[in-house]
């Protein structure tokens, strides 16, 4: 393949707003190679840039969030998909909030419960400093996890959230399924990655989140927004869409959200975290 050595302001601008947002050069260079760049080269640029701008790479996330307009704001009190006609149940703008009601079917809900109990498995996150999976005491939910469009079912799903969000399948994670039965729980955490854990090849920083209840919780389970006194009750089919990274890079810590303990029967619940570009291409 013949290395590309020449760059568009387009890039020069991208690779300006991503270094603001924190994310290390090393990944911004393996972004660059993974499309075709000469390695050397893309440190070079990178280089250049720095000296020209002065940026300064770790602290744009402390000045105030600002916050942007997203499509679904635009979409009026019933988004309709190409299969279903889905009910906006409430807004938030700070942070950016919408609870959506019949998101999927009753039968879909329960299809997928079904098709997820012999997969769940301890819930993991990505260990920052050694990038491996490990569990973590506050999360005691089991999880599932699904492949793009790994069944018909998937598809469907992935399908609509791409229909009511805008935002592309391929900016997706795979679908996750989780499991809480009485006391489990999932402590305060933001979706998005720290700084140091942005990986631009891997299509960067998560920008949103698509959280779906699988099952009606007879007690407890709820999905809480402390920092603005939010509490999202599980409706089987209803889904809570929040929105936490802009376009400059900056990240909301008023996205900050858990689930509390099950008092009372069990928790389903299904996440789409949503990255900033493609993850698959
Ligand atoms: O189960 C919930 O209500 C929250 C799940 C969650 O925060 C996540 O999957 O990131
Ligand atoms: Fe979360």
Known sequence: MEKITRISNELRDWIIQTLKSGVNPESIVAAMVKKGFDQAFAYSIILRIVTNQSIQTVNSNQSPYMYESTAIAKKGNIIKTSDREIKVLLKMDKPYITYLDNVLSTDECDQLIQLSKD????????????????????????????????????????????????????????????????????????????????????????????????????????????????????????AVYFHYGNNHGQVDRLSLHSSIPVQEGEKWVSTKWIRQEMIYQ
């Open 119 to 238: 997969r769940l498995q301890p819930s993991e996150i990505i260990d920052p400093v050694t990038g491996d999976k490990k569990s973590v005491p506050g999360r005691t939910s089991k999880g599932a996890y699904y492949r793009l469009n790994e069944t018909n079912l998937i598809t469907t799903i992935e399908r609509r959230i791409m229909e009511i969000t805008d935002h592309p399948i391929e900016n997706g994670e795979g679908l996750q399924v989780l499991n809480y039965d009485i006391g489990e729980e999932y402590k305060a955490h933001f979706d998005y990655f720290p700084t140091n854990q942005i990986d631009m090849t891997k299509g960067g920083q998560r920008v949103a989140t698509f959280l779906i209840y699988l099952n009606d919780v007879e007690a407890g389970g709820e999905t809480i927004f402390s920092k603005v006194g939010l509490s999202i009750v599980p409706k089987k089919g209803t």
